[in-house]
């Protein structure tokens, strides 16, 4: 990651939009405390989305409340990612990647 002052937590909802499917989304904390809700594969419940970028807040408590109006269901933090080697990285964006990929065919 370029900026190791970043903090990344990924979030895990259950009967998200009213469907009884999980989804996992990443919440990015910059170091200067912006907070970027991203959906990877977000075209699983909104095939009209333009981007993977849900949402830009400056508090974790008003991005948590936009997950919650936006999707739904029950969430809570699954997995936090403070470091990670150049490898993980890869492995990560890879899947995202592909993810993105999938959803646009």
Same mark, same amino acid.
């Given at each position: 990651m370029s900026d190791k002052s970043n903090h990344i937590l990924m979030m895990k909802g259950i009967d998200v939009c009213g469907t009884k499917r999980a989804h996992d989304i990443l919440i990015v904390i910059t @170091? /200067?405390?912006?907070i970027y809700i991203i959906d990877p594969t977000i075209w699983q419940f909104f095939p009209q989305a333009k @981007? &993977?970028? *849900? @949402? *830009? @807040?400056s508090n &974790?408590?008003?991005a948590l409340g936009k997950i919650q109006t936006i999707? /739904? /269901?029950q969430w809570s933090k699954n997995e936090e990612i403070i470091e990670m080697s150049a490898n993980e990285e890869k492995k990560y964006l890879d899947i995202i990647s592909q993810n993105v990929h999938e959803n646009l065919k």
């Open positions: @170091s /200067g405390n912006q @981007s &993977i970028l *849900v @949402s *830009v @807040s &974790i408590d008003n999707y /739904g /269901g």
